[in-house]
């Protein structure tokens, strides 16, 4: 496992690469990147700042991973955040899952960024035309997380 | 004694981003300590907020979970990273 908090940006290819690259019984790796869009919630985006709770943050993102592994055969995982200032067109998060066969890598990958999205202590502050705002929760966001306890 | 930090939104509200706060018998839970807080009235009424979110020890956690002497606790609007 690899939980990373950076305020760097990555190569999500080489993110990728470096996966598989563990070891050769790995037969699927699949990827999430997310990025800095331009545009949200009826207004130009020009900027964003993502705020933590250092040391919390890499507590609950190795749980969200922890619980990941227990549920499916996993061979690789890493997570990768960036907190700070931040433009549009930047990455954000970085999910990779490495297993044998495709459908625990899928899986787990959906799983972790439903559970980051909604138990890692992140927070999103927008720039816009009329100031800055802090991004709200969505309800969707909550009930995807919640399909995972059926 | 009791370290209280608060985060994005909260953090703002409060013009703060912790305290540090006397151990009282009184604080049984982080509702209990919560109270203490919104009693302060004024911009502290925003940690009744239905969405709150709350930690202990850096672990989330329900407002009903017991409080001990020495604990961290966190108050956080709804997480919104990835």
């Known amino acids: ?150 | 004694m009791i370290r209280l930090q608060y985060f994005a939104r909260y953090r703002e509200a409060l013009g703060t981003d912790g305290e540090q706060l006397d151990w009282q018998d009184g604080f049984a839970t982080l509702a209990a300590l919560r109270d203490h807080l919104l009693a302060r009235g004024g911009a502290w009424a925003v940690l009744a907020e239905r969405n709150l979110m709350c930690a202990r020890n850096q672990e989330l956690c329900g407002l009903d979970e017991p409080l001990e002497d020495g604990d961290e606790v966190a108050f956080f609007p709804t997480v919104t990273g990835g």
């Open chain 1, 1 to 150: 496992m690899s939980v990373r908090v950076q305020t760097a940006s990555f190569d999500p290819g080489a993110e990728l690469n470096a996966l598989h690259a563990a070891q050769l019984g790995i037969g699927a790796v699949v990827g999430f990147v997310g990025y800095v869009r331009d545009y949200n919630d009826g207004q130009d985006v020009a900027g964003m700042y993502l705020e933590h709770y250092p040391g919390m943050t890499e507590k609950a993102l190795a749980k969200i991973v922890t619980e990941a592994e227990a549920r499916w055969p996993l061979l690789q995982v890493e997570v990768l955040h960036r907190v700070g200032a931040l433009t549009p067109g930047e990455p954000i998060v970085f999910v990779g899952t490495a297993s044998a066969h495709r459908q625990a890598a899928f899986a787990a990958c959906d799983f972790i960024m439903d559970y980051l999205k909604t138990r890692a202590p992140f927070w999103k502050r927008e720039d816009t035309a009329e100031g800055a705002r802090w991004v709200e929760g969505r309800d969707s966001d909550q009930q995807a997380a919640a399909r995972w306890d059926q």
